[in-house]
């Protein structure tokens, strides 16, 4: 993959991403000694969709879910170490805590509370995932769809096509870095040039053995 990717872990010391295991062993073989943060969006999206099965096994009301979800948020926010998000998880001792749908997501927690907390000791970790992971799973849905795993040539080459388009491609109106691309973002000359000539004139590494 061109160095552009990366250039956020590289200088950034850190990169946030999901669970996948995937994206981590190739980012740990890639970047020896990276720092990597877990994704707090994740993390409570899936301690929401656990107070949702909660809710419907308790009946509880809605306030009273809408409260648990702040409680967990809360301790997840303001954690600043594994041993302090520890400590804040045990303090949560109400019964509903101890309910196996919400302790299993509080388990979770405690389990990775490194990499849940890294974002505070670590410069360019982030609470949420990177543009790197995003694109590592883009890439992973497009490789199923082209049945191209067992093709070892064919992998290579889309993986290298697409992550060069990825580099230079600007993101789209609403995203939050709207009209900048990873490469712009990683300071690349572009010469006000469209996204495309760009590419061509920094030779993108395109179909090169440098691409990775």
């Keep these: 993959m061109p160095n552009y990717i990366f250039?956020?872990?590289?200088?950034?010391?850190g990169i946030t991403k999901d669970k996948w295991e995937a994206s981590t062993k190739a980012l740990k073989a890639v970047f020896k000694g990276?720092?990597?943060?877990?994704?707090?969006?994740h993390c409570l999206k899936k301690f929401r969709q656990a107070l949702v099965?909660?809710?419907?096994?308790?009946?509880?009301?809605?306030?009273?879910?809408?409260?648990?979800?702040?409680e967990f948020k809360k301790?997840?926010?303001s954690s600043t170490s594994q041993i302090s998000l520890?400590?804040?998880?045990?303090s949560l001792n109400e019964a509903a805590?101890?309910?196996?749908?919400?302790?299993?997501?509080?388990?979770?927690?405690?389990?990775?509370?490194?990499?849940?907390t890294c974002h505070k000791k670590r410069a360019g970790i982030t609470k949420t995932t990177s543009i790197v992971d995003n694109f590592?799973?883009?890439?992973?849905?497009?490789?199923?769809?082209?049945?191209s795993f067992r093709d070892k040539e064919c992998t290579q080459i889309l993986f290298q096509a697409m992550a060069n388009a990825r580099n230079f491609v600007p993101f789209l109106s609403g995203a939050k870095n709207a009209h900048k691309s990873p490469f712009m973002l990683a300071q690349g000359?572009?010469?006000?040039l469209p996204w495309i000539q760009v590419m061509n004139f920094h030779n993108a590494f395109l179909f090169t053995p440098n691409a990775f």
């Design 189 to 192: 000359e572009t010469h006000n």
């Design 136 to 147: 590592l799973k883009t890439v992973k849905r497009k490789l199923t769809m082209a049945e």
């Design 97 to 116: 805590f101890d309910h196996p749908l919400l302790k299993g997501r509080l388990a979770e927690l405690i389990k990775n509370a490194s990499h849940y």
């Design 7 to 13: 250039q956020i872990a590289e200088f950034g010391l």
């Design 75 to 77: 301790v997840l926010e």
């Design 86 to 90: 520890e400590v804040k998880l045990k």
């Design 34 to 41: 990276l720092w990597i943060g877990f994704c707090h969006r």
């Design 53 to 70: 099965e909660y809710q419907e096994q308790t009946q509880c009301s809605n306030k009273e879910r809408g409260r648990l979800y702040k």
